[in-house]
């Protein structure tokens, strides 16, 4: 799975929050763990949470995980009939980057797709 920086930081934090707060969710996790077994076997459980709650090899809590560079997206829109604009919105993907202009921008007629800037 790729995932950006930020987010894989974000994820590493969580879960270092989660091993030290184990204690209070191992109830939970015995339902969880009952359940899966039952799906997909105790060894593919065992595993599955070994990988999940252990660090890496290298002590660090998020080393397997791979990040993406953020690329850089023009967007072309138009309030109300004025001229076209353009601004810049850094995302992972098109379609992310349109998201973010929509949620950024929700009275902007967005003309089109993201293009995206230089050879990212």
């Known amino acids: 799975m790729l ?3 930020s ?5 590493a934090v969580f879960r270092e929050k989660f091993q030290q707060s184990i204690l209070q969710f191992l109830p939970i996790l015995a339902e969880v763990v009952a359940e899966e077994s039952g799906r ?9 949470l070994t990988r999940c709650l252990a660090p890496c090899q290298h002590g660090r ?3 397997h995980v791979k990040t993406m560079a953020m690329k850089r997206w023009e ?4 309030i109300g009939a004025s001229q076209y604009h353009s601004r ?3 995302a992972l993907s098109q379609a992310d980057a349109n998201r973010i ?3 950024e ?3 902007a007629q967005r003309c089109g797709s993201a293009r995206l800037i230089g050879n990212a």
């Open 3 to 5: 995932l950006s920086a």
């Open 7 to 11: 987010v894989a930081h974000r994820a």
């Open 40 to 48: 997909h076997g105790d060894a593919w459980v065992s595993a599955t």
């Open 61 to 63: 809590a998020a080393c």
């Open 75 to 78: 967007v072309r829109y138009r």
């Open 88 to 90: 810049i919105v850094e």
């Open 101 to 103: 202009f929509d949620a």
């Open 105 to 107: 921008m929700p009275d």
